[in-house]
């Protein structure tokens, strides 16, 4: 079973400068809550029971949001402010833990996942990647079927969507013989790092979701650095390929890249207006802007 996922948050947010410059960029807020709470909720949604966070010291916020604040929830049950309270408590159900674990020097995300090695042991694991928020309509989640197709034939899997084809040189991109129909997956052939456009062997870009085993702990000690000057995870998936099967999963939801500015918009107006109270009327309001 898959209960645990790995969340690197370790990164400054360049991207998202002036805010992320005291603010991580991970709690700026979409609508009423900070981005990584979606995230968390999409690992739990799937079943994860342990979220790992590779972080930094610029970053104690997000631990502390996923903490119990004591005096806060004291302060509000004198007050009688029942509501209130129960929105602090319910952030996390009682079954999940939050721990986390220092990545010391920025060597990148492959780093940052072997940063997590000891805490995740001999178990599978999962990581989801806190700048891409993955938006489902179905009951069940992508990241749950990739679980279950992983579960079913012990498959690695990687999450995987279309992208216009001048965009690939900004991702990971797969290489596969057939690609994968949405909420499936099919065998992958190769992996490559953020290839120049029209030298890719695919538009079907990594989201930033994965199923891997432990052992790719272990290929990531050995992984050189790669693009960018930085330890990639992309590169321990291409070694890890050649030894073990290794699935892209095509994902049926939509996905807002919160590390930039306008994917954030973007995230802000979709998940405001399918907000369960305020929707309706942002939607109105959105209506009444002068476009
Ligand atoms: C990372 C991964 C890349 C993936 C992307 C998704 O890149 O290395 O393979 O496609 O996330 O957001 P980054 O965006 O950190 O440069």
Do not use: W
């Not at 040189?169 to 690609?179: E, L, R, T």
């Amino acid at each position: 079973m898959i209960k645990k996922a790995i969340l690197p948050v370790a990164g400054l947010g360049t991207r998202f400068l002036p805010a992320s410059k005291s603010i991580p960029k991970e709690m700026v807020t979409v609508v009423d809550r900070p981005a990584i709470e979606y995230v968390v909720k999409e690992a739990v949604a799937a079943g994860i029971e342990q979220i790992i966070l590779v972080t930094h010291s610029s970053k104690a916020s997000i631990e502390n949001y996923f903490d119990r604040n004591f005096e806060l929830e004291a302060a509000l049950t004198a007050k009688n402010k029942f509501d209130l309270l129960q929105e602090i408590t319910d952030i996390l159900p009682t079954h999940v833990s939050v721990v986390s674990v220092r990545q010391p020097q920025p060597l990148g995300l492959g780093h940052a996942v072997l940063c997590a090695k000891d805490l995740v042991g001999d178990s599978a694991f999962a990581v989801l990647l806190p700048d891409v928020l993955v938006k489902n309509q179905q009951e069940e989640n992508d990241l749950s079927r990739m679980i279950g197709r992983f579960q079913a034939s012990q498959a690695v899997q990687i999450m995987v969507e279309a992208v216009p084809e001048h965009m690939v040189d900004q991702y990971g991109i797969v290489d596969v013989a057939q690609p994968p129909l949405e909420g499936q997956s099919s065998v992958m052939q190769g992996i490559v790092e953020k290839p120049a456009v029209g030298l890719a062997p695919s538009n079907l870009s990594v989201v930033g979701r994965y199923i891997l085993p432990a052992k790719i702990m272990q290929l990531l000690e050995q992984t050189p650095k790669g693009a960018g000057n930085e330890i990639q995870l992309t590169d321990a998936i291409a070694m890890l390929q050649q030894t073990e099967a290794v699935e892209a999963y095509r994902m049926k939801g939509q996905t807002f890249d919160c590390g930039s500015k306008i994917g954030y918009l973007k995230a802000v107006l979709h998940y405001g207006a399918d907000h369960p109270q305020l929707g309706d009327a942002f939607k109105a309001l959105i209506k009444d802007l002068p476009l």
